[in-house]
């Protein structure tokens, strides 16, 4: 069972820098993948990776801001946010497919982290 364990996170005002992280428990040859959460709200894809080679995908609201990254010596994915609007306030989650194999919807992902608050003021 792969463990996924995030850090990151806080409050920052419009047009800050974040950086969240996700360690995996094991080293996973997987695809990982970020998603957002607002109040009342459904979870929504942000990014996601192949562990293998890297191939990145985004949403639309967040192409050019956000990047997605791996680190295989750590089994560690990151979530470079700059540029950040205070519709990205959410609790952000990292996930795990069981195949390396990137994919949009989170009902496609099989382990999650905890999650981590992000809010941006304006």
């Known amino acids: 069972q792969v463990q996924l364990v995030q850090s990151g996170g806080g409050l920052v005002q419009a047009g800050d820098s974040l950086r969240l992280s996700c360690a995996a428990s094991?080293?996973?040859?997987?695809?990982m993948g970020w998603f957002r959460q607002a109040p009342g709200k459904e979870r929504k894809f942000v990014a996601t990776?192949?562990?293998?080679?890297?191939?990145?995908y985004y949403a639309d609201s967040v192409k050019g801001r956000f990047t997605i990254s791996r680190d295989s010596d750590k089994s560690t994915v990151y979530l470079q946010m700059n540029s950040l609007k205070p519709e990205d306030t959410a609790v952000y989650y990292c996930a795990a497919r069981l195949i390396d194999r990137p994919t949009r919807p989170p009902q496609s992902y099989d382990y999650w982290g905890q999650g981590t608050e992000v809010t941006v003021s304006s």
């Open positions: 990776t192949t562990w293998s080679d890297g191939r990145s």
């Open positions: 094991e080293r996973t040859l997987n695809a």
